[in-house]
């Protein structure tokens, strides 16, 4: 029910754009947003938009760098990543559901999307 595409092999300070597409049914009402999972670690989360258009926080390790965005009309969310850093590499997952206290959780995020991997290298 979620599509996600845009991940990819690029080098460090290159840009990537992930979309994530999904049903009106799943979408509408819902926060959509995106966690990763780099290898060894747990699943975390980056950012969402609420279905209103509101943006939560940024995780610090992003903030200037990745923008997210929100086409209710597509019912998709983006993810415009600049200036990409190793440290980034990971399995990006789309992910819909509420916000718990302004973000979204993974014990509360109702459907995944089944990720798409983004590697940088140096």
């Known amino acids: 029910q979620l599509v996600e595409s845009g991940g990819g092999l690029v080098r460090t300070g290159e840009s990537l754009k992930l979309s994530c597409e999904a049903s009106?049914?799943?979408?509408?009402?819902?926060?959509m947003g995106w966690f990763r999972q780099a290898p060894g670690k747990e699943r975390e989360f980056v950012v969402a938009?609420?279905?209103?258009?509101?943006?939560?926080r940024y995780i610090d390790s992003v903030k200037g760098r990745f923008t997210v965005s929100r086409d209710n009309a597509k019912y998709a969310v983006y993810l415009q990543m600049n200036n990409l850093k190793p440290e980034d590499t990971a399995t990006y997952h789309c992910?819909?559901?509420?916000?718990?206290?302004?973000?979204?959780?993974?014990?509360?995020?109702?459907?995944w999307g089944q990720g798409t991997q983004v590697t940088v290298v140096s």
């Open positions: 992910a819909i559901g509420p916000l718990v206290q302004g973000v979204m959780t993974r014990r509360t995020t109702v459907y």
């Open positions: 938009v609420a279905w209103t258009g509101g943006i939560t």
């Open positions: 009106g049914r799943i979408a509408r009402g819902n926060a």
